[in-house]
């Protein structure tokens, strides 16, 4: 019995030894012709090998323990998982409309107290301050929400730099009081609704449920009316002119203000606004090289507000000509034909002075005042810096045009703080004064639910969709909503708006397909795309399939990718209290070592991403031994079922195993088998060639031998996130050999191992995949053998890989990463890319041998190392907390008879990005672009390549010869040894690899093309009833003037500090 189930590993193992069979090149290189004829004996082998290998064997055995398989039915799949999401969002929706109505009602109902004290405020809790009414003792761990919450009451955040004993404050915090009982009855009838909150336009925020907030600075003047969702939940979208003085007079702090007040104002802009910058003194032109209203997007803003930094003061101010310039590009964009271009609803010009006595009243006359008044462009004028300049003509402006005056005297600070559940999709709703005395332009705040897009994902059919397939979600602007390659950066700052085709690689059909998402169709598409590997160093062209189909009552398209391979999938039979008796049995045993992926097998299970594998086990352990009788609805069928099979199979499989290597004690010496798994010193206490031999299962099973070599695997403990389990699975005709990527060389105490691995396919599932077998084998082993077989299969007249000092053999990968070499001065450079180790060659070997694919990561992160300009949260802002979002969520655009659509608003939560940046010495991390490439064997190849390098000089010269190998991911190369005093870098060959930071260039940006998007479905601009109190002069604010006197002098204090 032993030596039947042998035989087939006896070959895999085998495989290994006969993949290197070829010779060195030395003095005399060997020609294509001896590397074809050693390249054909190592191809009939392995085709001879794939007869019987134990891959084929451990297939037969998941035939036997299924019932067949099941068609994978993509659109079937996304409308199933479409409807579920909408039936979610709707319920956050009714939570959201039933919250708005107790705050609407609580509101009209308050009767105003001009003496109110705090002591009047009933439960209110302070989440600055634990000891205030002692909300730290009511708090409680709670896993849902990552830290101590309290689910029966809210907490109020109030701005530093707001009073927070004002009477209109205290007034609001009373009557909002009435939130709680909502809110308690929101989350007992839905578990799943995270933050519930009311973001007050007095400037306070009450979250449900209470909690601390967490204080990452020393000034925290975080205002809920300065984010995007409060913005965008209370206004229509804008396209907007930021007008920008910069005559000779606003030299000094007024143009740093305005400077200022221009990043605040871009911050309050989302997706679906559109903005401009111009600037003017005796004339006026577009700042940056932007000609036009650009998409406010991430990319966008972060590029006009660096080019902000650049404006100086000179020359005189005509601010007619400024407004003149203004009106054209009005309508140069409203006349422009490009399909999605502009918000088409709001328009407004920011006009940033120093004051003066031109009110451009011509220029309104001709451009605006003749235009019907629902077109008309509104005016919002800010007078800028304390200076003894005229503010009555800039005053006149803004209340002749239907918009507000305000001043900006000085500079305040804001920190900005991150407490992240990851992404969200926040639902809003504005909430207005339905009082009798209520003016129908007076909105009391925005009302918001959190959805995170983890819980959109958890509809996702992940277990048919497979290890590469996955679901993801984009909006009317082509942004990502979730995705697999979507990144989150609580700690840093938002997440940048990500376009489909930044984060997918772009051609003609994806375009297509995001064009058709985005107007909610429903369709099946097969496209051929690149798709990188799960670490990020390999990439293949496939064929894959997409499914879409809108989400109901959402601006929301929801998409599915399906891999080449994902076709069916394997049908199991029940998971029974007796399976479960057998499986604790099978997790005890202790011949092989089995790690679990970090899976919830059971729906209470506390595991987390970080336990490790031990963890795992013993946790499934205890709750089949403990639970599986009473609660058997608790466990996860599908991934219980699988585990079973897998589990079984494992146990075959290895028993297998173990019997090959007990051969050792009667094979013979010379025996390829025996070589394998020992070293060839005679020795079999010595070291062995196989690391480790393992099998990694669908069900998130990798069972190792022997045991104590577990730690090799742990880093792999879940397939499904693996780079070798899904090469495997793409690749499932090949051997794929695979050496730990490393981007410098290994310390000298490091020994390189190389893993190979093949997919298990069943022989009767549809070519279904089930598993991938692997070992984990010692470089020295290889090289040993590539030396041994190049020197006695070779002809004397030319060098084998022995002959270190004239020749030179490489095995290289698909990735073209080095699996071995002979040379003793490349064993550390196992695992690097050629193109560090050999540069000369890597670069002949490109375009011929391999192609690449290069991708721009918008969304990487990049060290700030101090003394320059930093994207840390630290920033001057503008004090008067109603001076820019009140502007921008201006009750004209909220009547209560028309504004009252649902928002959909993706956001990290709480995340405040960065407004001005400012300077530090300690190292801060920062969202930049990377550029990086993945090579990949180029398809029109034709098996072999030689050629004569030229490095440094024409007085030395090197030949190689490059051959595939067939059945593998390999490359053999042999070259000759390096020239003396010659060292040519991957740089100085344009050979790209890993991830370098990238400064865009303003071309880059401005010479986009504008990609198809949508425009909300509604705009809210204009109402007749439209009045304008107040416009004449500063905006009024509750706001302690010592407290703000007080925050500047801190905000300056700190910034000569760092």
């Known amino acids: 019995m032993a030596t039947m189930s042998a035989y087939p590993t006896h070959r895999m193992f085998l495989l290994v030894f006969l993949l290197l069979p070829v010779f060195s090149a030395g003095v005399n290189m060997p020609d294509k012709t001896h590397v074809k004829t050693w390249v054909e004996q190592l191809s009939r082998s392995i085709e001879d090998f794939e007869k019987n290998l134990p891959f084929t064997t451990i297939g037969k055995t998941f035939d036997n323990k299924t019932e067949g398989v099941e068609k994978v039915d993509g659109m079937a799949l996304i409308q199933e998982m479409a409807e579920k999401v909408a039936q979610m969002l709707e319920n956050k929706t009714e939570a959201l409309k039933r919250a708005v109505t107790v705050a609407e009602s609580a509101a009209a109902n ?9 002591s009047n405020l009933v439960n209110y809790y302070k989440s600055k301050d634990p000891s205030y009414n002692d909300l730290s003792s009511i708090l409680t761990p709670n896993e849902k929400f990552r830290q101590s919450v309290n689910t029966t009451v809210s907490s ?7 009073y927070e004993k004002d009477p209109d404050i205290l007034n609001a915090l009373m009557w909002s009081h009435e939130l709680d009982k909502v809110f308690t009855e929101n989350y007992e009838d839905d578990k799943e609704i995270l933050w519930q909150y009311f973001g007050s336009q007095t400037g306070f925020m009450r979250s449900f ?14 205002d809920v009316r300065r984010r995007p969702w409060y913005t965008q939940g209370s206004s229509s979208p804008k396209d907007m002119l930021i007008l ?7 030299v000094g702090q007024s143009l740093q203000l305005m400077i200022v007040a221009v990043k605040s104002i871009l911050d309050t802009l989302g997706e679906n606004d559109f903005v401009q910058i111009v600037k003017f003194s005796n004339k006026a032109e577009t700042v940056g090289c932007m000609q036009g209203f650009v998409q406010a997007n991430y990319r966008n803003k972060k590029y006009l507000s660096s080019v902000v930094d650049n404006l100086e003061a000179n020359n005189m101010a005509n601010i007619s000509k400024g407004l ?7 309508d140069a964009f409203e006349n422009s034909t490009e399909a999605g271009v502009g918000a088409h609803c709001n328009k407004m010009i920011m006009l940033l002075t120093d004051g003066g006595t031109d009110n451009g009243d011509e220029v309104f006359k001709r451009r605006n005042f003749n235009r019907p008044l629902q077109d008309r462009v509104r005016v919002f004028t800010y007078a800028v810096g304390q200076n003894p300049n005229p503010t009555k003509d800039i005053a006149w402006m803004a209340c002749a045009n239907r918009g507000r005056f305000s001043e900006i005297p000085a500079m305040g600070a804001i920190r900005a703080r991150v407490q992240g559940l990851g992404m969200v999709v926040t639902v809003t709703l504005p909430v207005y004064n339905r009082a009798p005395s209520g003016s129908n332009q007076t909105i009391l705040g925005v009302m918001g639910i959190d959805v995170t897009t983890e819980q959109m994902k958890h509809f996702s059919p992940a277990w048919k969709l497979g290890p590469s397939g996955y679901t993801f979600a984009i909006n009317t602007n082509g ?3 979730f995705h697999p390659r979507l990144k989150i950066h609580n700690e840093i700052e938002d997440t940048p708006n990500l376009d489909f085709l930044d984060i997918e690689s772009e051609n003609d059909k994806k375009e297509q397909l995001r064009q058709d998402m985005i107007d909610g169709k429903s369709k099946e598409e097969e496209i051929t795309t690149f798709v990188s590997s799960q670490d990020g160093n390999h990439v293949l062209e496939e064929t894959r399939k997409y499914f879409y189909t809108p989400i109901g009552n959402t601006s929301f398209s929801l998409g599915l990718a399906l891999p080449r391979y994902q076709n069916y999938v394997m049908k199991l039979t029940d998971f029974t209290e007796a399976k479960a008796k057998e499986m604790i049995n099978l997790l005890r045993e202790q011949d092989t070592a089995k790690l679990l992926a970090p899976w919830k097998y059971y729906k209470s299970s506390s595991v987390t991403q970080n336990q490790n594998s031990s963890v795992v086990v013993e946790d499934l352990i205890a709750a089949l031994e403990n639970n599986y009788s009473q609660t058997p609805d608790n466990f996860n069928t599908e991934e219980m079922r699988q585990l079973y099979v897998d589990m079984k199979v494992s146990k075959s499989t290895f028993s297998m195993v173990k019997d090959l290597m007990a051969l050792k004690m009667y094979r013979p010496r010379s025996d390829d088998l025996h070589t394998l798994f020992y ?3 005679g020795n079999d206490t010595g070291t062995t060639n196989t690391t480790a031999v393992f099998l990694a299962t669908y069900g998130g099973l990798t069972t190792v031998y022997p045991k104590h070599e577990a730690v090799v695997m742990e880093s792999y403990r879940d397939p499904w ?11 499932d005709q090949n051997f794929m050999f695979h050496a730990p990527y490393t981007l410098g060389p290994l310390d000298n105490e490091t020994t390189p191992t190389v893993m190979v691995t093949h997919a298990v396919i069943g022989s009767k599932l549809q070519s279904t995949p089930s598993a991938v077998v692997g070992m984990v084998v010692t470089h020295d082993f290889l090289v040993e053998h590539m030396n041994e077989i190049s020197a006695t299969s070779g002809s004397s007249s030319v060098n084998s890989c022995k002959d270190v000092d004239s020749a030179v053999c490489f095995l290289v990968d698909d990735g073209a990463f080095v699996v071995a070499a002979n040379h003793p001065d490349y064993k550390q450079q196992i695992g690097r890319f050629l193109g560090h180790v050999d540069a000369g060659l890597m670069s002949q070997l490109y375009g011929d041998v391999y192609l690449r694919v290069e991708e721009v990561d918008y969304q990487a992160t990049c060290i700030n190392w101090g003394n320059q300009t930093s994207a840390a949260s630290l920033g001057f802002r503008i004090p008067s907390v109603n001076l820019l979002f009140e502007i921008l969520t201006f009750n004209w655009w909220n009547s209560i008879w028309t504004w009252t659509m649902v928002n959909l608003n993706v956001y990290s939560w709480f995340s405040s990005p960065p407004t001005v940046t400012a300077f530090t010495n300690e190292p801060k991390e920062y969202i930049c672009s990377k550029k990086k490439a993945q090579y990949y064997f180029n398809p029109n190849f034709k098996e072999d390549t030689n050629g004569i390098i030229y490095p440094c000089d024409e007085n030395c010269t090197r030949d190689y010869v490059a051959r595939r190998v067939p059945k593998s991911n390999l490359l053999f190369v042999v070259i000759s040894s390096t020239c003396p005093d010659c060292y040519e870098s991957a740089n100085s060959k344009n050979l790209i690899q890993e991830p370098v930071e990238m400064q865009i260039a303003d071309q880059d940006v401005c010479n986009q093309t504008a990609r198809y998007r949508r425009n909300p479905a509604k705009c809210y601009d204009f109402d007749d009833r439209e009045t304008n109190p107040g416009c004449g002069g500063p905006i009024s604010t509750p706001v302690s003037v010592l407290l703000v006197v007080i925050a500047t002098v801190l905000t300056l204090a700190l910034a000569r500090l760092s």
């Open 110 to 118: 308050h009767n105003f107290t001009k003496d109110i004290t705090e």
């Open 156 to 162: 109020v955040h109030i701005p530093v730099e707001i």
């Open 209 to 222: 449920p209470a909690s601390l907030w967490k204080m990452t600075d020393d000034v925290d003047l975080y």
């Open 244 to 250: 920008i003085d910069t005559s000779g007079s606003v």
């Open 324 to 330: 003149e310039y203004a009106f054209n590009q009005f």
């Open 479 to 481: 942004y990502v909503i």
């Open 679 to 681: 070293s060839s010193d």
């Open 721 to 731: 996130q693996s780079a070798y389990f899904r090469r495997a699975l793409h690749y």
